[in-house]
């Protein structure tokens, strides 16, 4: 699940750049985060790699629709106008998540990437997928390996929230 920092300050960024029932692809939404801080707000999906987090936490319940997929295989429409990784690309090896958010980029009108730093994770829950990959990132390797990303929000050089455009921004 996505940690708690700065989620507050998201959301009122959010509600500020974004009208309400403006849509929302939650990527990798564990057991369901952001839904329950911004339904009320947007119009949500979610794309799912694990299937027992989809049963488990009810995302099917949650969303207007859930794809269980793994990104790298995955196309969905474009127009979302906004998409959240919310702790997913240090689970990916660079290629891969560079693909991934490059990808997303042209399926919507802004893009947000939670990111921790320097944090190292095995596999939890019985899930292989919440091993970190890219445990040794920092500000600097996320600037160096993700380019046109903006920091948002940066939690005690923990943690941090990057934005990017999309090809959709109006």
């Given at each position: 699940s996505s940690w708690d920092?700065?989620?507050?300050?998201?959301i009122a960024w959010i509600k500020q750049n974004f009208p309400q029932g403006a849509t929302c692809?939650?990527?990798?939404?564990?057991?369901?985060?952001?839904?329950?801080?911004?339904?009320?707000?947007?119009?949500?999906?979610?794309?799912?790699?694990?299937?027992p987090?989809?049963?488990?936490y009810e995302l099917n319940n949650k969303y207007r629709q859930v794809l269980n997929a793994d990104?790298?295989?995955?196309?969905y429409p474009a127009g979302y106008d906004?998409?959240?990784?919310?702790?997913?690309?240090?689970?990916?090896?660079?290629?891969?998540?560079?693909?991934?958010?490059?990808y997303a980029s042209h399926h919507?009108?802004?893009?947000?990437?939670a990111v921790p730093f320097l944090f190292k994770q095995g596999p939890m829950r019985g899930n292989k997928y919440e091993e970190h990959i890219q445990d040794e990132i920092t500000p600097e390797l996320f600037d160096e390996r993700y380019p046109g990303f903006t920091m948002l929000y940066n939690a005690f050089g923990r943690y941090a929230?990057?934005?990017?455009?999309?090809?959709?921004?109006e």
């Open positions: 920092f700065c989620k507050n300050e998201v692809l939650d990527v990798g939404p564990c057991d369901g985060k952001w839904w329950y801080l911004l339904n009320d707000y947007l119009t949500m999906d979610a794309v799912e790699i694990y299937k987090y989809i049963d488990v990104l790298a295989n995955t196309y906004l998409i959240i990784f919310g702790d997913v690309i240090e689970h990916m090896p660079v290629d891969k998540a560079q693909k991934v958010l490059d919507c009108k802004k893009l947000i990437v929230y990057y934005v990017k455009d999309g090809d959709k921004n």
